[in-house]
């Protein structure tokens, strides 16, 4: 069974930085692609960064480009989200999703997100 | 950049045929993927590439993409059904979602 775990999440003041993991299980995780959508309360999903399975790939949203960096540990199988610089409107539930595939593909398993509050 | 149009809202009866459209530019010569999204919850892949749907997500599900168009269909709809449904595309390598419709089963 695919399980996907985030943590990391948590209240954080504007212009700071947390760092999201994602422990994943039940797959092999270095095959494939992995990404972070967000949802801001209230509204719709925002995809956020995907890297291929090797982690030699890595593709942002321009809303968080120069500020996110995702990143994996294939002999942990474990996904990252180093956000830097945060903003209010960072503020969101991060879900980890797993790529179908490669780049490309559909996003099919997620976790269950966690909370990121970026505010004073 | 690439953008997906959504209707807000759909309404249908119980047992009847929703039908969820989801417009890009050329959509049709993309891959167009639909999740549901239930409150509180994670969102659930119910379509993929276009019609295709992944194992334990019931027939009445099904897709289908042309044109200026991509549309998820459920037929015989219930009230479980009941959510956000939100389509999903790549635009070279950057993921795009559309802006969600929200399903009422009354």
């Known amino acids: 069974e695919v399980q996907l775990l985030e943590s990391g999440g948590g209240l954080i003041q504007p212009g700071g930085s947390l760092r999201l993991s994602c422990t994943a299980s039940g797959f092999t995780f270095s095959s494939y692609a992995m990404s972070w959508v967000r949802q801001a309360p209230g509204k719709g999903l925002e995809w956020v960064s995907t890297i291929d399975g090797s982690g030699d790939s890595t593709y942002y949203a321009d809303s968080v480009t120069g500020r996110f960096t995702i990143s994996r540990d294939n002999s942990k199988n474990t996904l990252y989200l180093h956000m830097n610089s945060l903003r209010a409107e960072d503020t969101a539930v991060y879900y980890c999703?797993?790529?179908?595939?490669?780049?490309?593909?559909?996003?099919?398993?997620w976790g269950q997100g966690t909370l990121v509050t970026v505010s004073s | 950049s690439y953008e997906l149009t959504q209707p807000l809202s759909v309404s249908v009866a119980p047992g009847q045929t929703a039908r969820i459209t989801c417009g890009g530019n050329n959509i049709g010569s993309k891959n167009v993927h639909w999740y549901q999204q239930k409150p509180g919850q994670a969102p659930v892949l119910v379509i993929y590439r276009d019609a295709n749907r992944p194992s334990g997500i019931p027939e009445r599900f099904s897709g289908s993409n042309s044109w200026n168009t991509a549309t998820l269909t459920i037929s015989g709809a219930q009230a479980g059904d009941e959510a956000d449904y939100y389509c999903q595309v790549w635009d070279s390598t950057t993921g795009v979602f559309g802006g969600g419709t929200k399903l009422t089963v009354l």
């Open positions: 999703a797993k790529g179908l595939g490669s780049l490309g593909s559909c996003f099919d398993y």
